[in-house]
């Protein structure tokens, strides 16, 4: 069945966790993985144990184009234990179906044995529960109260259907057809939307991206290896919150994200001017690896080689983040990013107080997985009053959004 038009657009570029328990409907979640898909969703799957002998984690892989995750522990993949985190934080929307009994009972107890209910104890996003079982099993009073448990802590739980059951009795426990869970989320997601869209609703963010450029002489140049990975992300998530976004962005390789107006600048010179033509932003994240230092003496012409050795006499540059500290409004929120490969949380302090910060992002590229050229990071947030939060080894976009996350909940501690 085609999905209508307005599901559509409330799936569309949507993160959808769908976590599979054991049931014997487990076969039906191929095709509500398809009606994701089909609505530009993005799927990954978490399945029990019990629910790979249902249905396989291959056929799920392939039509959610995602690796599925079932053990807390893969064997050979280092630094992947974080994915129980990461994949909860990732999510706008939890889905469990079919929910078993024995997952029901997992959830109301907080029982953490496998990925599945390791997630569903770190999703932030709304959780959807489709219980579907044989229907003496799903008027049981323990299966009852668990249900009531769930709905009172705020977790949508869509009623079974009614109907024949894979046991040949015929009652209540049917798991409802994979469009009308598809539609239930739809509905989800578009209050979440609405919600969301709030927190950034009329506010203007101004991100800065990429490395800056400094000119030796026309054909060469100091610079770094920043891909703006980072900085693009953020400015994405700030976007689908309805920010009116800024992206001041030195020279990279990736394509504008949807939403966001993209100010190109070489020098660190060009950044701090276009930086400070938006200064009036609410919210201002400073990703950019700037230059620390420019050539004193840039040449107009090409430098000859000529076999002589050369000195460089360079300079600093003018200090972007130190100037918008400096002019902060008490309502403007700032956020920096420190890259430090030594002592970093002492450095990392100090900018915060020396720039008059609220927020600064640790990193050190020296970790696995973290810094430059990469596609995943892992920072600390550190906040005025002594705030300190640290993330796992996320992807970039994970982290953008833990990030916003963080310190526009909590943007003034
Ligand atoms: C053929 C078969 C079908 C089953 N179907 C269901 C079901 O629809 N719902 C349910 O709650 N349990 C069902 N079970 C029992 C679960 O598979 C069992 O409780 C399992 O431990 C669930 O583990 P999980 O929740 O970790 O996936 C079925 C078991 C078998 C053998």
Redesign the pocket.
Known sequence: MDTNLTQTSSAQSRRILLGI?????AYKTAELVRHFKKAGAEVKVVM?P??TRFVTPLTLGTLSENEVHIEIFPENEAGSWTKHVSLGLWADLFIVA?A????LSKLVNGACD?MLTAVALTARCPVLVCP???HD?YIHPSVVANLDTLRARGVEVMEAEHGAL?SGLIGQGRLPEPIHIFETACGILEKRAASRTGSLQGKKVLVTAGPTREAIDPVRYISNHSTGTMGYEIARSAARRGADVVLVSGPTALATPENVRRIDVESTQQMYDAVQSHADADVVVMVAAVADFTPEMPSDSKIKKDGTARALALKPTIDILGALGSQKRPSQLLIGFALETDNGESNARSKLERKNLDWIVLNNPKEKGAGFGTTTNKVTLLGTSGAKVELPLMSKDEVAEAILETTLGKANR
């Open positions: 328990s054991g049931g014997i409907a029990t019990d629910a079919p078993t009994a024995q997952t496998n579907a079982m044989d099993m894979a």
